[in-house]
């Protein structure tokens, strides 16, 4: 069955080859360059574009790969000194390369609907839900990244944890943080999970229990499994480990990427801004500093009323809220339901207080959050308003006033699709003055996408463009995050509070 929709997308996606493409697809060419090129000790050193290899190993391998496949298309490609070429055969290349390498996130969504039982929302809501999901779309196939075979090793890793295949849920999950980073993010509700159902096997927590229960077997296996993944990603770079490390984690950069994620720092950042205006009216002494509020590749920055924000501090913050998630977690037992819904919020706590969060990384709570969507309605609820709302912080990144029809019409078709026919799944919360699934004031909030979806394109540019040229920014950012705030209090208040009892999938 998912075969078609697969089949069908791929058509889709057949047609935007030729739309706009971000830096990111210089990024990635300049990467084939550089694996195709220089030796491997060498990759992680390369500084001859601004846009260094700074993922880790094994996503450099796979750049390697890509590229012996890519001298096929267009060997000047791989030329490092030909920065930003992008003849037709290069672009068609790479985009290819995304469209084919989805097999992998098409196969991972086929696993994860195979948890359920047969029926019309493991077959059909559930694949639609994943496969024509709109971030990846955008972000992807527009924009340009190869985020669908990541989240197809995230997707193949929790079908694995579903059926207590730990150790196989365990190697997936390695393979993706050895592919990109910042699934460290979702590390600790791997960690606990496993350590309590697969290193220990007890319903009963006494430590007298515990201690009977736990398996010197498992742990082996285990511990095995992550030293025999990680080994062959990095033995190659065993002695360039620190400049690898200082690639995959550049501090200097600010608290907020250039365009604001729409998370806790962008209300605060806005605050800031507040302040430092009302300071400036009061004839307060304030420091101006608003011009450096945001970090490209490598500024820092200050605030101008509020406390400056460090890496450590987000850090902590984000330790601190992703506790008690853990603790839960861990007293829930052999629930995986409740181990996805930790991903869940793992994912947001990180993207809510992380230090130079991308916008793109909401899609990291979106994806496991569908899976969730099908299974519960409150966790359809959620669902419904942060992938509503997540998915158009995404719009800004395709700016190009061409792809505002494109956009729009992805966008509303995938939202349109997510509320009809997660309401047909529980059609018991259904109102005629909400949207489906949604209280009055949630309703509200949704439709005032659409104020500030004609205000951002249309009547900006005839009111505020000269004296606020950065204002459809801003309130798009800062809007959206009063949303993904409330998805997040939402479900991290129901995850502690409600019974975990486990549902009949």
């Known amino acids: 069955m998912i075969c078609v929709p697969f089949l069908l997308l791929s058509c889709v996606k057949l047609l935007l080859i030729p739309a706009y493409r971000s830096t990111d697809f210089e ?8 694996t195709s090129n220089l030796p491997i000790g060498k990759w992680y050193y390369e500084e001859g574009s601004e846009w260094t290899l700074d993922y880790p190993p094994l996503f450099a391998w796979f750049e390697y790969t890509l590229s012996i496949f890519a001298n096929w298309f267009d060997p000047q ?43 019309w929302k493991s077959q059909i809501v559930l694949p639609m839900l994943l496969l024509t999901n709109v971030g990846l779309l955008l972000v992807d196939h527009i924009h340009f990244q190869y985020n669908g075979v990541m989240y197809g090793f995230l997707l193949l890793s929790c079908a694995n944890i579903f059926q207590g295949e730990y150790l196989s849920g365990a190697f997936w999950f390695l393979i993706l943080l050895n592919f990109k980073h910042i699934y460290l993010y979702i590390a600790p509700a791997y960690f606990i999970y496993l350590l309590r159902n697969y290193c220990f096997s007890t319903s009963n927590l006494s430590i007298k229990n515990l201690i009977k229960s736990f398996s010197v077997r498992n742990i082996i296996y285990l511990g095995s499994t992550v030293i025999f993944v990680f080994v062959l990603t990095f033995f190659p770079f065993f002695g360039h480990l620190k400049q690898v490390v200082s690639r995959l984690f ?49 500024q820092e920055f200050s605030h101008s009323v509020l406390p400056n924000i460090t890496p450590l ?37 990180s993207f809510m207080f992380g230090w130079h969060v991308h916008e793109k990384a909401i899609m990291m709570a979106i994806i496991p959050l569908s899976i969730l969507g099908v299974a519960e309605s409150n966790d359809a609820k959620v669902f419904l308003i942060l992938s509503t709302v997540g998915h158009y912080s995404l719009l800004p990144l395709l700016f190009p006033e061409s792809l505002l029809i494109i956009k729009l019409i992805l966008y509303v078709l995938y ?10 799944l529980y059609p018991f919360y259904l109102c005629k003055l909400n949207l489906p699934l949604l209280n009055v004031l949630e309703s509200m909030y949704i439709f005032g996408l659409i104020p500030l979806f004609l205000y951002d ?9 000269t004296t606020y040229p950065f204002l459809p920014l801003l309130l798009t950012s800062l809007y959206c ?25």
């Open 27 to 34: 990024v990635h060419r300049n990467w084939l360059a550089i």
């Open 77 to 119: 490609m791989l030329v490092l000194s030909n920065h930003n070429y992008a003849s037709f055969k290069t672009i068609l290349f790479q985009r290819l390369s995304v469209i084919f390498t989805d097999i992998i996130f098409a196969y991972g969504s086929y696993r994860c609907s195979s948890i359920f039982k047969k029926s």
């Open 250 to 298: 550049p501090f200097k950069r600010g608290l907020c990427h250039a365009y604001w994620a729409p998370n806790f720092w962008a209300i605060y950042n806005v605050a800031d801004k507040l302040l430092f205006v009302l300071g400036k009216k009061l004839g307060l002494n304030v420091t101006d500093q608003v011009a450096v509020m945001t970090g490209g590749l490598v």
């Open 313 to 349: 501090i987000t850090m902590l913050i984000t330790v601190c809220f992703m506790i008690p998630v853990m603790i839960k977690l861990w007293f829930s037992g052999n629930n995986p339901i409740q181990f996805l819904r930790s991903i869940v919020l793992c994912a947001l706590t």
């Open 415 to 424: 939202c349109s699709y997510s509320f009809y026919s997660l309401s047909s």
């Open 457 to 465: 394109h249309f009547f900006h540019y005839s009111i505020t463009l």
């Open 481 to 505: 995050s009063l949303g993904v705030v409330y998805s997040w209090l939402k479900y991290y208040i129901s995850f502690l509070t409600k019974c975990d009892s486990k549902l009949k999938l």
